[in-house]
């Protein structure tokens, strides 16, 4: 299993504008465990990242003529999973459990800067996860392996580390390894895009 | 720091203490904050949920191809939209009007800013008034009204402290602390600038180290500057108009050096200003400037003595750059 499924069947552009039911399956079922892994990152409750996933998805759905290309449908999902999720922790800021806990206001300034400095607007997404898949099959071998359990098969450094009998130390440290690797290899890529800070 | 900790932070596996060193490492510079920022998009953007419930499209899509049905889900998201806001409003008001309520319950903190290019007054509980100059921010918490009069100042503030000399009322900053007696002063400890003055117009007040710890007491008249990079103190006599003039709307300048004023009009106007002209940093100024007068009159009256030429290039969305040329 990778990032993204190479023969993954693209649904027909005309059809999905038109309101078609069977594409709009298709793209749901293509990218909602991605966009709800990304809006975890931003927002840790389960079933708010899940809701506004979801939210992300309706509005595609209600803004749907608006889309011109089907990798801008990525773009599009991506684009407004950080929106909501930037106003998910706007709100967020001025609950009574962040006004006495300074690690959670850092942690929600943080997390707004990073939202804030994605540009999906400006990029194919398709164009972007080819060169996130490129840049991992770099990567040493045991470090993509690691890598890839980790994130995209969603095992437990525990679960890695038995499976592969290595300690949960070099479990920690080859990820460590890989996300470095990735810095680097994708930085040179894309100067201008993700890195827009 | 430990790699790992980057990695436990990123797999929302740190422990509280691990957190702490991974804001302490965040913080201690630019570099490693946008350091991190690359990792974390990365991160966020090979990161898959499992779908183990099975949600598909047909939980959660509107009725569509039922145009009678569409204009209802949009008038009911309206409504919706409508009623969250009213009680987004209402839980505002409830932290605003009755705040207070939980005072005790837990050690609530205040923050009270004055942004760049503005000046707040404040009164405390305890009836001290504060005047905040620009880019300031004052922190106390709930304790406060219960006695234990302790401020945490990050930028510039004159004080006028109600006397009570059973409870004592401290000033904490970055580097050094003030115990006060009922009396004036300012206090200027912008964290960027790696100092802290003190100067005192009338009463007494003790100098505290990071620890609380009394190191001296200051006379009326007195300003006492640390500086973090030489870990020095010096007290001196000194003429305290020129420290508390600002609060007047007044700024005064003795032969300061051209780079120390660029940063203060930094700070009044909330601009941007990029020194272009080789030597101009040494250059120094020697005159009172009135600071609510609008930038480029204030411009102008530097020109005068100086070999300062400007311009100002205003943006959107950030602060109007300046050059002085």
Redesign the interface.
């Known amino acids: 299993m990778s990032?993204a499924d190479s023969n993954m069947v693209l649904p027909d552009l005309t059809s999905f504008k038109k309101?078609d039911?069977h594409a709009?399956?298709i793209i749901?079922?293509d990218n909602?465990?991605?966009i709800?892994?990304?809006c975890?990152?931003?927002i840790?409750d389960r079933e708010e990242?899940?809701n506004i996933a979801?939210q992300s998805?309706?509005k595609l759905?209600?803004n749907r003529e608006e889309v011109n290309t089907i990798n801008g449908i990525c773009a599009f999902l991506y684009t407004a999973a950080k929106t909501e999720c930037l106003n998910f922790l706007r709100?967020e800021k001025?609950k009574?459990e962040y006004?006495?806990n300074t690690?959670k206001i850092?942690?929600n300034l943080?997390n707004r800067?990073?939202l804030e400095?994605?540009h999906f607007n400006k990029l194919e997404y398709q164009e972007?996860e080819g060169m996130?898949q490129l840049a991992l099959e770099k990567l040493p071998e045991r470090c993509r392996i690691v890598f890839e359990k980790?994130?995209?098969e969603?095992k437990k450094?525990r679960e890695i580390a038995d499976e592969l009998g290595i300690a949960i130390?070099s479990v920690?440290?080859n990820?460590?390894r890989a996300?470095?690797i990735?810095?680097k290899e994708?930085?040179d890529i894309l100067p201008f895009v993700?890195?827009m800070? | 720091m430990d790699n790992n900790i980057i990695i436990k932070y990123l797999q929302g596996t740190a422990s509280e203490a691990e957190i702490e060193t991974f804001f302490q490492w965040l913080d201690e510079s630019e570099k490693h904050r946008n350091e991190f920022i690359e990792l974390k998009k990365i991160w966020a953007l090979t990161s898959k949920f499992e779908n183990k419930e099975g949600v598909s499209w047909s939980d959660i899509q509107p009725e569509f191809s039922k145009p009678v049905k569409k204009r209802f889900l949009y008038s009911f998201i309206k409504n919706a939209a409508v009623f969250i806001l009213l009680i987004g409003i209402g839980a505002i008001a409830q932290y605003f009007f009755f705040g207070e309520k939980d005072e005790h319950v837990y050690a609530r903190s205040f923050a009270v800013t004055a942004p760049a290019g503005q000046m707040t007054n404040i009164e405390l509980p305890d009836g001290t008034l504060v005047m905040l100059n620009s880019g300031t921010s004052l922190q106390y918490n709930s304790e406060f009204s219960s006695g234990k009069r302790e401020v945490y100042l990050e930028g510039e503030a004159f004080f006028d402290v109600q006397k009570d000399v059973e409870h004592p009322f401290t000033v904490k900053s970055d580097y050094l602390g003030v115990r006060v007696y009922g009396t004036s002063f300012n206090i200027q400890a912008y964290p960027e600038d790696r100092e802290f003055t003190a100067t005192l117009i009338e009463g007494s007040i003790g100098l505290l180290d990071k620890n609380g710890y009394e190191l001296s007491k200051l006379e009326p008249g007195e300003k006492a500057f640390f500086n973090d990079s030489t870990a020095s103190i010096e007290i001196r006599k000194v003429d305290t108009e020129m420290y508390t003039s600002w609060k007047d709307g007044l700024v005064t300048f003795r032969n300061e050096k051209m780079d120390y004023i660029a940063k203060q009009i930094e700070r009044w106007y909330n601009v941007e200003i990029i020194i272009q002209k080789e030597g101009l940093c040494d250059e120094r100024y020697f005159g009172t400037i009135l600071k609510n007068k609008p930038i480029d009159q204030i411009l102008d009256v530097l020109k005068l003595t100086t070999s300062l030429e400007y311009e100002i290039v205003p943006r959107a969305n950030k602060p109007t750059l300046i050059y002085w040329k």
Do not use: C, M
């Open positions: 990032l309101g039911e709009f399956k749901f079922e909602y465990d991605r709800v892994g990304f975890l990152q931003f840790p990242a899940k979801q998805f309706v759905w209600l709100h001025y009574s006004q006495k690690l850092k942690e943080l800067q990073i400095s994605f972007l996130i980790s994130r995209f969603g450094n130390k920690e440290s990820i460590t996300i470095k990735l810095r994708l930085r993700l890195w800070l």
